[in-house]
């Protein structure tokens, strides 16, 4: 097994708006956390991806029900959510 090959297991957050697979009113759908803090306390950074034009960005799990697209609708810039690879 190659070591970075390794398969992230996307988890669901508590709460409904933070379930994998939620969409907010703006079209903004929940793929779950791996586990990385957010950058607001106590919260995760979970995946979301924008329905409308496929761009994929980190979310806290506070921002979800609300988030929009930085892409396509003038959004804050995503976060972190992937896993720091050890390179040091
Ligand atoms: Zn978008």
């Known amino acids: 097994m190659n070591e970075t090959d390794i398969q992230i297991q996307w ?4 709460g409904e708006s933070v379930e ?3 969409f907010n009113p703006n ?3 929940c793929c779950g ?3 990385v803090p957010g950058t607001d306390h106590g919260q995760y950074a979970y995946k979301t ?3 409308i034009c496929g761009y994929v960005y980190g979310t806290n799990g506070t921002d979800m029900h609300e988030r929009r697209c ?4 003038g959004g804050a810039t995503g976060i ?3 896993k720091e690879s050890r390179n040091n």
């Open 11 to 14: 988890q669901d957050g508590s």
């Open 20 to 22: 994998i697979g939620y």
């Open 27 to 29: 079209g903004q759908q």
């Open 33 to 35: 956390h791996c586990g």
């Open 49 to 51: 991806e924008c329905t």
């Open 70 to 73: 930085p892409e396509c609708q």
């Open 80 to 82: 972190q959510y992937w």
